[in-house]
């Protein structure tokens, strides 16, 4: 049996301090000026900044889905197909799928990315979240940001957001009780 003669291996290496020059360099690079909260017309304008990320995004998966079903369309060989390809053409049809298709997109978007990740893509990078992560661990999390989808759908996509800006509160999240939230 080998015993270990040295003891101190096994204990953690010990930290120095540093020069209190580079030991203030590293404590102003870590604190940013204490807390700062968003609210009223701030917290609403970022809002509509993470709106408009997350429309620009929705919009290019639409035309990207477009895109790939008329390239699917197009190299099919199979003539029923062709004939329903030649009827889908046409410009009212295409505005149509292209509405349904930005529609579908839109509330799977912000369904899934809010339920699952807490945050669109816009949002996050805006920093704003839907509820605070405590309440992100509960059941009805999904079901508030579900609900809170379909009340800004069905009020207009710019009522509800609008309505927001002039009363400076967050209309959709005191009726849905998924509020925003501001990480700065």
């Known amino acids: ?8 291996q096994n204990r953690p ?29 701030r917290l609403t304008g970022w809002l509509l900044a993470s709106v408009v990320t997350d429309v ?6 639409t035309c990207l889905f477009l895109l790939g079903a008329t390239l699917i369309f197009k190299l099919s060989h199979d003539p029923g197909l062709n004939q329903f390809i030649k009827s889908f053409v046409s410009q009212k049809a295409m505005k149509e799928t292209a509405l349904y298709l930005y529609g579908y997109i ?16 816009g949002e996050w990078s805006c920093g704003i979240r839907i509820g605070q992560p405590s309440e992100r661990m509960k059941p009805s999390y999904a079901f508030k940001v579900i609900l809170r989808v379909l009340l800004i759908t069905c009020t207009g996509i710019f009522v509800l957001p609008l ?21 700065k």
């Open 13 to 41: 290496e010990k930290f120095t301090i540093l020069d209190e020059g580079i030991a203030d360099s590293f404590v102003s690079a870590a604190f940013h000026r204490g807390p700062t909260r968003r609210s009223g017309y």
């Open 163 to 183: 309505l927001s800006l002039i009363f400076k509160k967050d209309l959709a999240g005191q009726l849905t009780q998924a509020s925003l939230y501001t990480l």
């Open 1 to 8: 049996m080998i015993v270990d003669q040295n003891k101190d």
């Open 106 to 121: 839109s509330v799977i978007y912000f369904i899934f990315f809010r339920v699952f990740l807490g945050a669109t893509i």
């Open 56 to 61: 620009l995004i929705i919009v290019a998966s």
